[in-house]
């Protein structure tokens, strides 16, 4: 399912994963599309998404890109926007807590709209990403935290071969607010292909 990467569509911010894939850095104007694609399916990202609950407004979806885009390097969540055939999608992100580029490791965080799940779109994007973190900003250790329920989430890491590493219990509080454990996968750059 894999498309080759098109480098017509190559710029120096963007990241292209194939002919209809790319990830767009995210910016304040793009708040208005982030909120649309939330406010339109909030049941559906709602159930794994504790964010989802807070974002009642574009005005929340703004005041959060700023926030993540006033942070300091060493802890700035580097954010993308997921396009398929031009089209929003999803977002992505490398997640980084304050020793994390000091040790050179980093989690990765997404969410995909319902009616693109199946197309694999999110496998691509994470194989991408990863692939960015390695080569192009030298880390040695990519995460993925995933509710143990979350089958379509946790089936990326494994499809990409990230290893189980265990589970966290009562890790993450959802928006019905129950606790749900998560699963923990990691890939290291030396086992990356």
Sequence with gaps: MDDKPDSTKKNKTNIVVSTKIYLKPIEETDAQQIF????????YLGKWLPFVQYTQTVNDELNFIRYVLSSPEEIREK?????????FVGLISLKFNVNDKANRKTEIGYWLSGTYQN????TQSVR?????AFADLDLNRVQIRCSVDNFPSKNIPKRLGFVFEG???DSE???DGNFTDSEVYSILKKEWK
């Design 79 to 87: 954010i993308f926007c997921i396009y398929y055939k031009d089209t």
């Design 128 to 132: 991408a990403l990863i692939r960015h």
């Design 36 to 43: 649309d694609a939330v406010n339109a399916q909030r049941e």
């Design 167 to 169: 589970t966290e219990r």
């Design 173 to 175: 509080l959802l928006a």
């Design 119 to 122: 197309n694999g779109i999110m």
